[in-house]
């Protein structure tokens, strides 16, 4: 199935709580706002929250005569959503499964989901470089547009495991994008001032001594965390934030990959 789809992003971190999932949404709405057709896959299986990030909880995918049906979040059929959520009772129950069951699972969402045509398929994974990015990286083997986006948080700690997530991309020959820094700072909602509460420029730092593009800076905006589980883009919502200046110039800069023919 991933044939039809122009060209797959990676959203990748060797660290849990970053904020994979939120950039992960927050760019598949970006990039349907600016009028491409979109996937979003959801590989974290243990934890997986982007259908309750998307106001999606509830929903049910089917199966169709060529695959699964993503569940859709418009009825124009713009932005498309797979989560082994959706096959959940509960968003209280747990996934305990062993590595090999993982690893089919993530096949099947690979290479039975029926997309249709897409320019952009968005990969939510799960933290570290296991199960079940290895076999991600072996099903996108064939796919000819493939590249990864890496989230960090401003603390050294962070930064440490990004750079064991840098080391993987090499080894398997994905290539990077760039480095977004998420939680840099609080923006006051009202007078927009940042503050640092933890540090800031670990991910700038982190770009340059890995010869990357630095993607920009993500403060903690309690605008953007109250969009979370109303399915709605920062972009659109709050258009001057920081957040959707970052988000506006990365959809940009993927527009520019399509138009021309990369």
């Known amino acids: 199935m991933l044939e039809q789809v122009k060209q797959v992003i990676l959203v990748l971190s060797g660290k849990g ?6 950039v992960s949404t927050q760019l598949a709405l970006t990039l349907k706002e600016k009028g491409f057709k979109v996937g979003l896959l959801d590989i974290d299986l243990c934890g997986p929250s982007v259908p309750y990030i998307l106001n999606l909880e509830g929903k049910s995918i089917h199966q169709g005569p060529e695959g699964w049906i993503p569940v859709y979040l418009d009825p124009e059929q713009r932005l498309g959503v797979m989560s082994i959520g959706f096959l959940l009772n509960s968003r209280n129950d747990a996934v305990v499964w062993r590595g090999p069951k993982k690893s089919s699972m993530i096949k099947q969402f690979l290479e039975d989901v029926c997309w ?4 952009f398929l968005v990969i939510d994974t799960p933290p570290g470089t296991s199960d079940e990015h290895i076999t ?14 890496l989230v960090t948080t401003p603390q050294e700690v962070a930064i ?8 993987f991309c090499r080894k398997t020959g994905i290539p990077i994008m760039g480095i977004i820094e998420n939680m840099s700072g609080y923006e006051c909602p009202s007078c927009s001032h940042c503050t640092n509460i933890f540090s800031s420029g670990g991910g700038h730092s982190l770009a340059e001594l890995a010869k990357l593009p630095f993607l920009g800076t993500l403060p903690i905006d309690p605008r953007v965390g109250q969009l979370a589980g109303r399915g709605l883009p920062a972009v659109k919502e709050i258009p001057d934030s920081s957040t959707s200046k970052v988000f ?5 800069s993927l527009g520019g990959l399509l138009s021309n023919g990369l």
């Open 17 to 22: 709580g970053v904020g994979k999932s939120t």
């Open 116 to 119: 249709q045509d897409l320019d």
């Open 136 to 149: 991600v990286m072996e099903n996108l083997r064939p796919v000819k547009n493939c590249a990864a986006i």
């Open 160 to 167: 440490e495991d990004v750079r064991k997530e840098i080391t």
């Open 248 to 252: 506006g110039n990365i959809v940009d």
